[in-house]
């Protein structure tokens, strides 16, 4: 029996892709004991919903459970963390969007590589939903409040999209687009 990694349809996998896949599991758990550190922490500071029993995820994370959903629908997406908070990679080493809570201000947002122009646009369009990160805004990076009253999920969607594009090759945008 031959072992077919994706993309090798009818060929050999690469050796390197048990360790490959033994990495992304590190990785994986890593991700998740950062966000159950979060869970906790947040738990702790008493910011579960009133009335509701047993353990659950507070209100600010699931907002993340949503981001989350939307960078791991493109190719070559992995997730780990960066700098102790949730972080979208395209091909294992380009950071495209980055959950953050790095200055625990109590505040839900993310950053998101941007096209040019596309910060100078939201910050004008909308401040209360829209922020210059810290960092990376000199860059044309964007960063979106999520715990503000009814987020705007289509254009978040947007800027999920716009992010994985910026940073992505031009040839996995090309088969992104040919398969979609």
């Known amino acids: 029996m031959t072992l077919t990694a994706p ?28 966000v159950d550190r979060a869970v906790d922490s947040a738990a702790d500071r008493g910011r579960t919903p009133k009335g509701r029993q047993g353990p659950r995820a507070p209100l600010h994370l699931e907002p993340l459970v949503r981001v989350r959903a939307l960078c791991m629908r493109y190719p070559q997406t992995q997730e780990r963390p960066s700098h102790g908070e949730p972080a979208w990679f395209v091909s294992g080493r380009r950071m495209f969007l980055v959950s953050a809570d790095h200055h625990h201000d109590d505040r839900t947002a993310f950053w998101a590589a941007a096209p040019d122009g596309a910060q100078r646009y939201l910050l004008a369009d909308d401040p209360a939903r829209y922020f210059r990160p810290p960092y990376v805004g000199a860059r044309g990076w ?24 910026a940073v992505a090759g031009p040839r996995l ?8």
């Open 142 to 165: 964007v960063g979106v409040w999520l715990d503000v009253l009814r987020p705007d999920w289509d254009r978040i969607e947007q800027l999920v999209d716009d992010a994985w594009r």
């Open 7 to 34: 993309g090798h349809a009818g060929r050999a996998a690469p050796a390197r892709a048990g360790r490959l896949r033994a990495a992304d599991r590190a990785a994986d758990g890593a991700v998740d004991r950062a």
């Open 173 to 180: 945008v090309r088969g992104y687009d040919l398969h979609r």
